[in-house]
């Protein structure tokens, strides 16, 4: 991507981090997805107070995309304080559909400074995928 679309990708995290629903940890986060043709998906962590029921941001944004017909990839921004990287669920959600996805990591703490830059196969080297099912089911322990 060009470095003026992710600046706006970036942006558009930031931007998202604003409608985050966080009553409970307080800890708001943006993300956003540029798709393979440019198109934007913003989302933003969404709480609930049974706790397994909370999404984050990042599948938000990337369940946004897919709904929209859009299965390909080329960056996802998140915005957080602190600028960490996705959790583990969200790095098997996103490897779905863009293994070699480009990740921004935007710390709302230091507005102004570049944001890391990754590659999800570098934070998710060997994700579950649908290759993995074609193997066939587990074997039994032997005892
Ligand atoms: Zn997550």
């Known amino acids: 991507m060009r470095p003026e679309k992710l600046i706006h990708l970036a942006d558009a995290a930031v931007a998202a981090r604003r409608m985050a629903y966080a009553p409970y940890s307080g800890f708001a986060v943006g993300a956003a997805v540029a798709t393979a043709d440019g198109q934007l998906f913003t989302g933003c962590n969404v709480e609930n107070a049974s706790y397994g029921g909370c999404l984050c941001a990042e599948r938000v944004a990337a369940a946004a995309a897919v709904a929209a017909g859009h299965r ?7 915005a957080l304080p602190g600028g960490g990287t996705p959790c583990g669920i969200c790095r098997q959600f996103l490897s779905e559909f863009a293994e070699d996805l480009l990740i921004l990591a935007i710390d709302t703490d230091r507005p102004t400074a570049p944001p890391h830059r990754y590659q999800l196969q570098q934070l ?20």
């Open 72 to 78: 390909r990839w080329q960056a996802l921004a998140i």
């Open 124 to 143: 998710y080297p060997h994700g579950f995928s649908g290759r993995d099912l074609q193997a066939g089911p587990p074997k039994p322990p032997t005892p």
